[in-house]
């Protein structure tokens, strides 16, 4: 059995990657809690062969991922659901008049970096789950098109589709609306 | 990026991806360490027969394997030389006094057996195989329908 001080200092190493990479998977900061304790659960049963392994943060990273995937998955036919009805509602010159927006400027003058991080990271965990899941994946998890797609269990078609949309609706919040995106 | 353009911006995904993977971790919640303490705390100090079996002493998983082994071992004895000893077959006959409300519906289901068997013999192995065929048919069919309705409720039409 592991030392349980040990233990919490590795906890405390690694808790703050381990909750961002679940809250901003699964966008509630109850459940990425409860996702976060799952995960140390589990390094605490393979605690002896981590506490001494190079590749303890990817090991981390991988089953927060895992394990908030399934968590998204429980959940998965009712944001499938609303991201059809955001299909139909979104579509046409909805989409095409957000995708011609000029592009925000991130590190605009008037905010500082601190105030643009907490925008874009506000804005990020507003999108819908449908657009989001697999933007997070793409850009913080470094998956491919490809994986995200086998991951998820959709197209590619329709994963390129939703990182699309949600670099699109990144973009609408940021700049038509940056005081509600903090909000 | 000048806002008055209104052209979009090719570099926009390229800008995004920095700003975000730039973007820093949120604080972990203060209960968070707590929460998990409390649990590994509640592991350690539970005994050892409350843990599971991989995690009880090296000593103990020898001798419960060697325990097993021998419980097995002497059901095994038991069962075949039962027949030898007297005591076994007073309490086969007690046994049978505690089972005795329940003959009629063991001669009821052994009729109903010699019932079937008899029909199974009148007929011929082609219709069995028929009623057998038949049965499959209606349960793949009930599968399929099942899927089929799960799909359409909880599934978009991807593309």
Known sequence: ?183 | MNPRDSRPDPTWETRLDRELKSLPDRPAPHTLIPRVMAVVQARVCAPWYRRPWWDWPPALKIVSLLGVSGLLGLATWLVMHCSEYPWTAAAASELETWLAPLNPIWTLLTSLASAVALVFKGTGSWILLGAGGLCAIMYLSCVALGTAVYRVASYRRIE
């Not at chain 1, 381990?18 to 901003?24: I, K, P």
């Not at chain 1, 394990?67 to 998204?72: E, G, T």
């Not at chain 1, 989001?132 to 959709?154: G, Q, T």
């Open chain 1, 1 to 183: 059995m592991s030392d349980p001080l040990q233990f919490e200092a590795f906890m405390r190493d690694y808790q703050d990657m381990v909750f961002t990479s679940a809250l901003r998977l699964v966008g509630n900061e109850a459940d990425a809690e409860d996702i976060a304790q799952d995960v140390f659960l589990k390094a605490y049963m393979h605690f002896d062969q981590l506490r001494h392994s190079f590749t303890v943060g990817g090991w981390l990273k991988t089953v927060t991922r895992n394990l908030s995937l399934n968590h998204l998955t429980r959940y998965r036919a009712r944001w499938r659901f609303f991201s059809e009805c955001d299909d139909h509602g979104e579509s046409g010159e909805h989409h095409d008049f957000a995708a011609n927006l000029p592009a925000p400027d991130l590190p605009t003058q008037a905010v500082d970096t601190a105030d643009r991080r907490n925008l874009l990271e506000s804005a990020l965990q507003k999108l819908p789950p449908a657009q989001r899941v697999p933007l997070v994946l793409y850009h913080f998890e470094n998956l491919s098109y490809e994986e995200i797609a086998a991951k998820l269990r959709i197209s590619l078609g329709k994963v390129k589709t939703d990182i699309h949309r949600g670099r699109v609706a990144l973009r609408q919040r940021l700049v038509r609306n940056p005081e509600s995106a903090t909000a």
